[in-house]
């Protein structure tokens, strides 16, 4: 303030120009008036002279505080509503259309009364039918009946199963045939465990049993070294028993429990060795030693052959040829002519081949496994084991 006492510049009376132009200057508030005097209330000025009062400033309008935004709740998920029960479909009603005036080519619908051209069969607003369906129609085919969509599939035929009604361009299914009474068995065919232990019991009836995979009377699916039908078990008239091999792939093979003769191109099995026996030929068994320029060759001493044994290999292959020379040739994992060390299926002293200068005669000598004979036909009696792919069975007759 100047000095004097005097008040500021201005209008006599008008409180000081403030930043607004004639108001008040701001206070720590914003528009409140000035603080109060200095210490003593007494004002400032020369004595004797009247202090002049202050006009009072006009108020300046509290600035409303701008409301903040409130956070606008999230609308609740209503419940999810129960569908509304599906209307059952319209039957066709008795009532006759209402045919609109003659010449419109319209006409009305009974239910909703709009206007239909003629020869629709079905209401364009509604769907009510509203009359035969025209021969050019593409539904005036059969209707196919709902129940088979969802009828199961024949996995023989590939084709749907009929449905309710007669089915199109299928024969009807034959009734189902009466049970044939089962004929009495006149003995079974036990599975032999791999540790020698009885395992299932098949029973032989009737006048010929299949063995082979699916589909065969007696069957094991699981065997893939066995066709869908191996083998069969005939039984005669006079009541003798027979096997014969369907099968020219893997055979049937029979234990030799007495000396089997060999001829030429048997195959034996011996623990697990899959041997082919061969005769040698006179012409191969005589040895002529070659000369050239007057020099013979120099080579091992001739042998005498008169037999030989090739390995069979998965793929229809031979390996590790084996001749046979002398009057008896052993076979065994640890003892013997041919001797098989890395087969654990084979016995130290397995079987036995004599050469008798005529025929070849295999003999078991009392082996775990036993030793075993190629055959495509032979006679069985009680007690006598076949093997058919990986199955061994002890064939009973008369149990």
Known sequence: MPLGGMPPAGPIGMPPAGPMGGMPPAGPMGGMPPGPPPMGGAPIGPPGMMQMPMPMPMPMPMPMPMPMPMPMPMPMAAPPMAAPPMAAPAMPMSVPPRVAAPGSQMIACPRCATQTPVGFAYCQQCGLHMGALQPTDPGAARPRSPS?????????????SPGPGPAVGRAPTPAALPPQPQTQAWGSAVLVNRD?????????GGESVVIGRAGADIAFDDDRFLARQHAKIDRGPDGSVKITSIDQLNGVFRKA?????????????????????????????????????????????????WGRFLQVIPNGGHRDVRHLMGEEVIL?????????????????????????????????????????????????KHGDHVRMGDQLLRIEIGR
């Open 257 to 305: 429990s007495e000396p089997v003769e060999l001829v030429d191109g048997s195959i034996v099995l011996v623990g697990r060795e899959v041997l082919r026996f061969e005769l040698v030929d006179p012409e191969e068994r005589a040895v002529h030693p070659l000369v050239r320029h007057g020099v013979a060759l120099f080579g091992s001493p001739p042998r005498d052959p």
């Open 332 to 380: 065994g994992r640890e003892e013997g002519d041919l001797v098989y060390r890395d087969d654990a299926f084979m016995s130290r002293r397995h079987a036995t081949v004599t050469w008798s200068g005529t025929k070849a005669v295999i003999t078991d000598l009392g082996s775990s496994n036993g030793t075993f004979v190629k055959v495509s036909s032979c006679a069985l």
């Open 148 to 160: 088979s969509l969802h009828a199961p599939i024949d996995p023989q035929g590939a084709t749907l």
């Open 196 to 204: 020698g232990s009885d395992g299932q019991r098949y029973p032989l």
